[in-house]
């Protein structure tokens, strides 16, 4: 049997995301919880994944860290 008195309330609540989604959930949180990004607008979930440039940040980290050649002997 559960002590009386020392658990915290459990309230239902929204999240509400900044795209427009929002759903019901539980929680010891007070008023509503927004968040910048879900599932609904997320790109692992939505399948719409950007690409990024990641050989142009190789190469200016190549060059950045290269060894600077020595002068012919």
Known sequence: ?????IHPTNNEIRVV???GESFATRSTHKG???VEICSACHPFFTGKQKLVDTA???ER?????AKPETAAK
């Open 61 to 65: 980290f190549r060059r950045k860290y």
């Open 56 to 58: 142009g940040r190789i």
């Open 1 to 5: 049997m559960p002590k009386a008195g």
């Open 17 to 19: 995301c900044a795209c």
């Open 32 to 34: 509503d919880i927004h």
